[in-house]
């Protein structure tokens, strides 16, 4: 397995330093760029294909962001720490769930 150089980690830690202080935002703007380049995404989000609202407005959306964001940042916390990311079950369970339903839809 390859790791970070120290240079690497470092710049990962200054960046999340930087990030954390506006997750909401920025973990929803990283969503809405991903839609605003690939439109047919938003089939993919249960609580946006049927939905005429525009992305950014919708609460549900702003909730999902913040989610993963923090799921993300925690799993490299993690990786740091330990060497290995843990996930309770439940939640890859519920991940999983809700992936499969968005690709079956």
């Given at each position: 397995?390859?790791?970070f150089?120290?240079?690497?980690?470092?710049?990962?830690?200054?960046?999340?330093?930087?990030?954390k202080?506006?997750?909401?935002?920025?973990?929803l703007?990283?969503?809405?760029?991903?839609?605003?380049?690939?439109?047919?995404?938003?089939?993919?989000?249960?609580?946006?294909?049927?939905?005429?609202?525009i992305?950014q407005n919708n609460?549900?959306?702003?909730?999902?962001?913040?989610?993963?964001?923090?799921?993300?940042?925690?799993?490299?916390?993690q990786?740091h720490?330990?060497?290995?990311?843990?996930?309770?079950?439940?939640?890859?369970?519920?991940?999983?769930?809700?992936?499969?339903?968005g690709?079956?839809?």
């Open positions: 397995m390859v790791g150089s120290e240079k690497q980690e470092a710049l990962v830690k200054e960046s999340w330093e930087v990030m202080h506006d997750a909401p935002n920025l973990s703007r990283f969503f809405t760029l991903i839609l605003e380049i690939a439109p047919a995404a938003k089939g993919m989000f249960s609580f946006l294909k049927d939905s005429d609202e992305p609460p549900k959306l702003k909730a999902h962001a913040v989610k993963v964001f923090k799921m993300t940042c925690e799993s490299a916390i990786l720490e330990k060497g290995e990311v843990v996930v309770a079950d439940t939640t890859l369970r519920w991940l999983g769930a809700i992936h499969m339903l690709m079956i839809s």
